[in-house]
């Protein structure tokens, strides 16, 4: 896979004009069996994102890069991840990632206006892929509810 450009994207997405009412569909990864888009869904922000590999091995973690600005303070973060099926929004995880007085990660406790990069391993508690195509939704937020990162991703799995 290419190396991940993410100074130049995030330059991108910060500077385009704020008109724009849906951002561009970036790719991820894109092999034969596996292709993997996102599109942010933060109305204001587009999002940098990438994967290690393309490969899905079931139970092996995955190393992912992140990068964004931060339009609110995250003293506490959370993640709800859902499938979306028919139109319709069904919850598949959710998890609490940063607390008020125990930070977890790096990027737990940073201020408005910060610049987060995560690079690290997200383990997916999945025997595998399901086969065929579905979307999912991914959003972060912190302790009032405030979108950090919000992400939609179309899936196809062969
Ligand atoms: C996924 O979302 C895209 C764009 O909203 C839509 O065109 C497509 O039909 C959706 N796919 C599924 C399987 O729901």
Redesign the pocket.
């Known amino acids: 896979m290419k190396a991940f450009k993410v100074v130049p994207v995030l330059l991108l997405l910060i500077y385009t004009a704020a008109s724009i009412t849906r951002w561009p569909t970036h790719t991820i990864c894109k092999n034969n069996n596996l292709e993997v888009k996102y599109r942010s869904c933060d109305p204001l922000q587009d999002l940098a994102l990438g994967v290690d590999s393309c490969s899905y091995v079931p139970g092996i973690v995955i190393n992912i890069r992140i990068a964004t600005i931060l339009r609110y303070t995250i003293n506490e973060l959370s993640v709800d991840i859902s499938l ?3 139109g319709q929004t069904i919850p598949i995880y959710a998890k609490q990632l940063c607390e008020q007085n125990h930070p977890e990660f790096q990027f737990c406790g940073k201020k408005k206006g910060e610049y987060i990069y995560y690079e690290g391993p997200v383990s997916l508690n999945m025997e595998g892929i399901p086969q065929g ?3 999912i939704s991914a959003q972060l937020f912190n302790e009032n509810r405030n979108t950090v990162v919000c992400a ?1 991703f ?1 899936i196809r799995n062969r």
């Open positions: 979306i099926l028919n195509e579905f979307n939609d179309f």
